[in-house]
Structure formats: C-alpha cells, structure tokens
C-alpha cells in the first residue's frame, strides 16, 4: 500500500503544458485586445497640444458633406472648433499636416489653435471631396 503525500500533486505533463500553452494564448490576446483600445482611444498629439485655449473662438459645421463655412479668416491664437452635425462621420485634416482629428461621430468635435499666420487647407479624409480653408492673418 502507498500513502501519497496530499500537498504534493503532480499532474499530467502533456495535459499541464497544453494548458499551460493555452493560458499563455489567452493573456497574449488580452494584453494585445488592451493595448489596441488604449491606442484607439488615445488622441492624436497635435490634437493634445493644441486643444482650445482661453482666446479668440471660431466654430466650422460639417452638414451635408460640407464644411460650413466653407472659409473663415482668423487672428493668430483663435481656436478653431469643428462640429459634425450629420449621422456620417467626417475627419478634418490639414494637407500640410499640421493639425488632424481623429473620426468624428455624429454631435462630436475638434478643436485646434491656430498660432501662425498663414493659409490652411484641409478636407475630410474620408470625403475628399470635402474641403475648406483656415487663414490666419495678424489683426490690424
């Protein structure tokens, strides 16, 4: 007769190490699942940085895949606040890369602060079609 020691349990090598095999899967999908939420939800850096501001303010529409206005003159410092207010999502982009939002839902916005005079094209990357102009002129 054999008395085995009860604290000791040895169990089945091949069954141990499918399962061990099978959690390291698992917690490799869940590590890689969060990281690319975390990364979807985090904001691009130009948006971060310049974010609105305490000075001057301007609002831009996007209804009817139209950026509205269309053109809009601003002084250096102006916050400039893209609004989507259709059911399509839209993005605003500007051609020199200087600003880009992320997708914007229906209700959803993006602001950036223009701090250098100059002219700004940009357009929707989703719509290419759509397009606008950002000019930044020094008052006086």
Not at 52 to 75: C, D, K, L, Q, R
Not at 91 to 119: E, H, M, Q, Y
Request: glycine share 6%; aromatic share 8%; net charge positive.
């Amino acid at each position: 007769m054999k008395i085995r020691d009860p604290m000791r349990f040895v169990a089945n090598p091949e069954i141990s190490s499918s399962i061990g095999c099978k959690s390291q899967s698992v917690l490799r999908v869940l590590r890689l699942t969060a990281l690319f939420a975390a990364l979807a939800f985090t904001p691009c850096l130009a948006e971060e940085a310049n974010n609105a501001g305490a000075g001057p303010a301007a609002t831009v529409s996007m209804e009817h895949n139209t950026f509205i206005p269309g053109e809009i003159t601003v002084v250096p410092g102006t916050t400039v606040t893209w609004v989507n207010k259709e059911a399509m999502p839209h993005t605003v982009v500007d051609i020199n890369k200087g600003f880009r939002s992320k997708t914007l839902a229906k209700d959803t916005s993006f602001s950036f602060t223009f701090a250098t005079a100059g002219d700004y094209d940009y357009l929707c990357s989703i719509h290419p079609n759509m397009k606008g102009k950002v000019i930044v002129k020094p008052a006086g």
